[in-house]
């Protein structure tokens, strides 16, 4: 973040976030790491096969979005990390969403 903070002092988002990422565990931000590389591979490739017209992209999505959901809630239990808390009930919100765009095109 030091050259978001060069580019920019007065920068919202790292002047946010930079306080939060210094109180954590270095396991928490490996698991952090891990967890955004894993799932954007996954997310960019699903969803360019959902935007290419592939429904069977649909139900996979839903399963890896399921999976990451009580992979999340099993870290809950552990660390009560009310970030956390927030990124469950994203995902929880793009599952619905997703699963009813999949009720729509399967009619």
Same mark, same amino acid.
């Given at each position: 973040?030091?050259?978001?903070?060069?580019?920019?002092?007065?920068?919202?988002?790292?002047?946010?976030?930079?306080?939060?990422?210094? $109180?954590?565990?270095?396991?928490?931000?490996?698991?952090?790491?891990?967890?955004?590389?894993?799932?954007?591979?996954?997310?960019?490739?699903?969803? $360019?096969?959902?935007?290419?017209?592939?429904?069977?992209?649909?139900?996979?999505?839903?399963?890896?979005?399921?999976?990451?959901?009580?992979?999340?809630?099993?870290?809950?239990?552990?660390?009560?990390?009310?970030?956390?808390?927030?990124?469950?009930?994203?995902?929880?919100?793009?599952?619905?969403?997703?699963?009813?765009?999949?009720?729509?095109?399967?009619?």
């Amino acid at each position: 973040m030091r050259y978001e903070i060069m580019e920019d002092p007065n920068d919202f988002l790292v002047s946010f976030v930079s306080p939060l990422l210094e $109180k954590l565990s270095i396991d928490t931000l490996h698991f952090v790491a891990g967890y955004m590389m894993f799932w954007g591979f996954i997310d960019v490739f699903l969803s $360019k096969s959902i935007l290419g017209g592939k429904r069977w992209a649909f139900p996979i999505l839903l399963i890896v979005i399921l999976f990451f959901i009580i992979y999340e809630l099993y870290r809950l239990s552990y660390t009560h990390s009310l970030i956390l808390v927030g990124v469950i009930i994203i995902d929880i919100i793009v599952f619905y969403l997703v699963w009813r765009e999949y009720k729509k095109i399967s009619v």
